[in-house]
């Protein structure tokens, strides 16, 4: 079996790299040095969209030994304008095939999707509807370039007004259940399921068939704070408890999570969201997801 690889999505770094106020190259020259295989890009990370500039990131990542498997793509599909929503189609169509030519050893590439923002006036039905529409219209052009959709448990993209159409559990199994493709599938974010109020591990068991991709992040409770107020968390917004942190030191039981990925048998990509409080915490989230896999996917000799 295929261990499954870390890559990482520089969550620290995601306003400096969108507003160009840091090179995309100088992360790709910092990721070389993280013992990660891969780095997990974002739209606005390349200096331009066009094919040339980013096959130019490609050469530059992969003469650095570093993959390009997994597209932070932010598609929102709830908007109420039909041309809108065609447009967003048209625009995760044109990342999937740039995507198609995304260094990857095991051939593995995906890109994410999200339902949409949760616009006031928006209903539960309609906006699956839309999402599903749109997933299924876009999923001709991922098989034929070989790119898999994966859908995230999400809150919140940095650049959106509102929070996630589908955060609620209810309305992301909704449209997770009505997609039937072998190339759709789940990211898988354990943070992002006790943001909206679930448990993560059972979270992931409901969808263990399913996950394709995991972004590893962690959440801390803030000083001040403590599970009893948590607990209280109904899921509206992001809870003021809790921040971003270093990974296997906060409230993850990765040790959970980890057992269930190696008894399905999991063997894709797992991104590391972490670095928010700088390189150091980045180093150590790297380290410590390193030292997991070691323990749950050894390598066979």
Not at 176 to 187: A, K, L, Q, T, Y
Not at 232 to 244: K, M
């Amino acid at each position: 079996m295929n261990r499954p690889r870390l890559a990482c999505f520089p969550k620290g770094y995601f306003d400096a790299l969108c507003r160009k106020e840091r090179s995309l190259y100088s992360w790709l020259d910092e990721a070389a040095t993280l013992p990660i295989a891969g780095v997990e890009m974002y739209p606005d990370f390349y200096p331009s969209p066009s094919a040339q500039s980013v096959s130019v990131v490609y050469r530059y990542a992969a003469d650095r030994g570093l993959a390009v498997p997994m597209l932070c793509t932010s598609p929102d599909f709830t908007h109420p304008d039909p041309e809108f929503r065609r447009r967003q189609v048209i625009w995760m169509q044109e990342w999937i095939r740039r995507m198609a030519d995304a260094p990857s050893p095991d051939g593995f590439r995906s890109c994410r999707v999200l339902s949409g923002q949760r616009r006031p006036g928006v209903g539960t039905e309609q906006g699956i509807q839309w999402t599903c529409e749109a997933i299924e219209a876009i999923l001709p052009t991922a098989e034929r370039h070989r790119v898999y959709l994966v859908m995230e448990n999400h809150y919140k993209d940095g650049q959106w007004e509102y929070p996630e159409f589908a955060q609620s559990l209810d309305r992301f199994a909704a449209i997770v259940e009505r997609i039937d493709s072998p190339w759709f599938g789940v990211n898988f974010d354990p943070s992002n399921a006790l943001v909206a109020g679930n448990d993560p591990v059972a979270v992931l068991r409901r969808f263990q068939d399913r996950v394709l991709t995991l972004h590893a992040s962690d959440r801390h409770l803030k000083p001040g704070y403590d599970l009893a107020q948590l607990a209280a968390f109904e899921g509206q917004g992001y809870p003021e408890a809790l921040e971003h942190g270093v990974i296997g030191e906060g409230l993850i039981d990765y040790q959970a999570i980890f057992a269930i990925l190696q008894s399905r048998g999991f063997h894709h990509w797992i991104s590391i969201e972490d670095g928010v409080g700088g390189p150091i915490d980045l180093q150590k989230s790297a380290a410590f997801l390193q030292r997991m896999l070691n323990r749950f996917f050894p390598a066979v000799p």
